[in-house]
């Protein structure tokens, strides 16, 4: 079981930076692929990145790519999303995930989630 706690979310200006954190619980984090997904108001929650366990392949959607970095340190327990260049429509509920096994796109196969937290990116 891993329990999952997002932090650094906030208002920004559109073109600013914010980096978003999720520590994970439990001695077996490094095991698991970590995704991170977003939701609008009235939007279907999405894909915005991922990262296998050993940190050996990422995934970004299309619309978060060369401007998004995820990352993680397993020794710390922390996943990471350095979010640069940020526009107006980033404005989301961002949600750290975490899940068993080799894929990493579907938000179905994913089993844990945090809380999340809020970006509100101004223009």
């Known amino acids: 079981q891993v329990q999952l706690v997002e932090s650094g979310g906030g208002l920004v200006q559109a073109g600013g930076s914010l980096r978003l954190s999720c520590a994970a619980s439990?001695?077996?984090?490094?095991?698991?692929?970590m995704g991170w997904f977003r939701q609008a108001p009235g939007k279907e929650r999405e894909f915005v990145a991922a990262?296998?366990?050993?940190?050996?392949?990422?995934a970004y959607a299309d619309s978060v790519k060369g401007r998004f970095t995820i990352s993680r340190e397993n020794a710390k327990n922390t996943g990471y999303l350095q979010m640069d260049s940020l526009k107006p429509e980033d404005t989301a509920v961002y949600y750290c995930?975490?899940?068993?096994?080799?894929?990493?796109?579907?938000?179905?196969?994913?089993?844990?989630w945090g809380q999340g937290t809020q970006v509100t990116v101004s223009s």
């Open positions: 995930a975490a899940k068993r096994g080799s894929g990493l796109v579907a938000i179905t196969t994913y089993n844990y």
């Open positions: 439990g001695r077996t984090f490094s095991t698991y692929t």
């Open positions: 990262i296998s366990w050993g940190a050996s392949r990422t």
